[in-house]
């Protein structure tokens, strides 16, 4: 069995950081692309950053310039490095990741922005 299990989420003021970690375990061969999404009261789940196996990784607009996504592809971990956070940020994150030609997905983990 393939678990996804993100930490690092809490309440942050608004301009301040927050790193998520993902944490892939279980039977790993191969680790594809993998992704954070988030998903707010109300609103559907969307992509936030997605990241291929080589590191080549794509934002979505709200995020890009503040947000950096990374992997160890050893250690089989996904990080979410968040900067300048606003209120809109707010919401679950998820870890998503392609493992040998399955889709995964973790728990989730809560991001609270104040105002």
């Known amino acids: 069995q393939v678990q996804l299990v993100e930490s690092g989420g809490g309440l942050v003021h608004a301009g301040g950081s927050l790193t998520l970690s993902c944490a892939a375990s279980?039977?790993?061969?191969?680790?594809?692309?993998m992704g954070w999404y988030r998903q707010a009261p109300g609103r559907q789940r969307e992509l936030v950053a997605r990241?291929?196996?080589?590191?080549?990784?794509n934002y979505a607009d709200s995020v890009r310039g503040r947000f950096a996504i990374s992997r160890d592809n050893v250690a089989n971990m996904l990080y979410l490095e968040m900067n300048s956070l606003k209120p809109e940020d707010a919401g679950v994150y998820y870890c998503q990741g392609v493992i040998g030609g399955r889709l995964y997905w973790g728990q989730g983990t809560q991001v609270t922005v104040s105002s």
């Open positions: 279980g039977r790993i061969f191969a680790i594809n692309d």
């Open positions: 990241i291929k196996g080589g590191g080549a990784a």
